[in-house]
Each structure stands twice: as structure tokens, then as C-alpha cells.
């Protein structure tokens, strides 16, 4: 089984920034969440733990799977904003408001990862781990989970693009003999 995780609460979050790539560490809310998902998750033997590099996802993963040394992967790292990294989302500019009020249809403005790119290296990703076998924790952020959900979920057709996904909200997708399910999210 896959278990695809956002990190916690970081302060850029708290704050309302677009933090992408800024490398920030959960903040004391952000580690109560991940708490709280590492008991909602406490009956589950992880056999394989991966994060993106970024402390963030590195700590929600150590908390969830303590037991676990978690291997970090790049292509889990968070879409590349470019030079709207930090942007105080309270004020955005308007090609960010333009592009967040419809993803499927706005390209992502010039200096930004395009999202056709993010769902191509979580789909990598997610080829290379097909033939591993348990239970896989994945821990990584909110644009790159929504790439590797509409990576298993090709009929989605964006939809998972405009679908909030909360800090430490966790999706869940059966991996049999190498084939996924289509994902879904997890009740706590």
C-alpha cells in the first residue's frame, strides 16, 4: 500500500507564503500534526520510507516511520516557483492569482515548473517504486502529492490541481502485483 503524505506546518505556511522550495522545518504545529498522523498511522509497519529533501518532509517522515531510515528522492522535491518563491499570498501578483484560479487551463507564469512537469517526475518516481512490495510512505508537499495523484489517476483531468490538501493529509493507493488503485484520501 502507498501512503502519500504532505508535510507539516512550517512558519512560511503559518504565514501564508509560497514556499516551494525555501527549506523550513516544521514549526510546533507542524510537528503536532505529524503526531497526530504517526498515531493515526501507528498500526502500519512501514517497509519502505521516501521524502523529499527538503527538512520539512524529512521530519514529518522521521516522526510518522521512526524506525525507518527514509531515502530521499529529488523528484519528490515541491514544484519550483522561480521568482515567486516567498510570495506573500495575502497580495499575490496576478499571473499567481490567474494560474491558481485555473489550474487545468493557465500555464504556470514564465520562471515556474510547469505542471505537466511535476506530474512527469512523480510519475518517474512512481514507476521506478512500482515493483516494491509492503507498505511505502511517501513524504513530500502539497503541488508535488497532487502530481503523483494525478499520475495514478489519469481520468482525473486536473481535477486533483484545485483539491485542497492539508498538512499531513494523507492519500492512500493499493499497490497489487505492480498495479496502483486509484488514490484516496484517508479518514483519521
Given at each position: 500500500m502507498l501512503?502519500?503524505?504532505?508535510?507539516?506546518?512550517?512558519?512560511?505556511?503559518?504565514?501564508?507564503?509560497l514556499q516551494g522550495r525555501s527549506d523550513y522545518p516544521l514549526n510546533e504545529e507542524g510537528i503536532r500534526q505529524a503526531e497526530d498522523a504517526?498515531?493515526?498511522?501507528?498500526d502500519v509497519h512501514f517497509d519502505h520510507v521516501f521524502t523529499s529533501p527538503l527538512i520539512r518532509a524529512v521530519q514529518t517522515a522521521k516522526i510518522i516511520a521512526?524506525?525507518?531510515?527514509?531515502?530521499v528522492d529529488e523528484r519528490l522535491i515541491e514544484m519550483d516557483y522561480g521568482p515567486y518563491e516567498g510570495m506573500d499570498l495575502k497580495k499575490?501578483?496576478?499571473?499567481?492569482?490567474?494560474?491558481?484560479s485555473d489550474f487545468v487551463h493557465n500555464p504556470a507564469p514564465e520562471g515556474m515548473e510547469q505542471l505537466d512537469c511535476v506530474v512527469a517526475r512523480l510519475g518517474e518516481f512512481?514507476?521506478?517504486?512500482?515493483s516494491l512490495s509492503g507498505n511505502i510512505l511517501i513524504s513530500t508537499h502539497a503541488i508535488?502529492?497532487?502530481?503523483?495523484?494525478?499520475?495514478?489517476?489519469?481520468e482525473s483531468k486536473g481535477k486533483y490541481w484545485s483539491t485542497f490538501i492539508g498538512n499531513c493529509a494523507v492519500y492512500t493507493a493499493e499497490n497489487e502485483n505492480g498495479q496502483y488503485s486509484i488514490p484516496v484520501p484517508m479518514q483519521g
Open positions: 501512503y502519500l503524505i504532505r508535510h507539516g506546518k512550517t512558519a512560511l505556511n503559518h504565514a501564508n507564503v504517526a498515531r493515526m498511522l501507528k521512526p524506525e525507518a531510515e527514509p531515502v499575490p501578483a496576478p499571473e499567481i492569482i490567474a494560474f491558481f512512481l514507476e521506478d517504486i512500482r508535488a502529492m497532487k502530481g503523483a495523484l494525478e499520475y495514478l489517476t489519469p
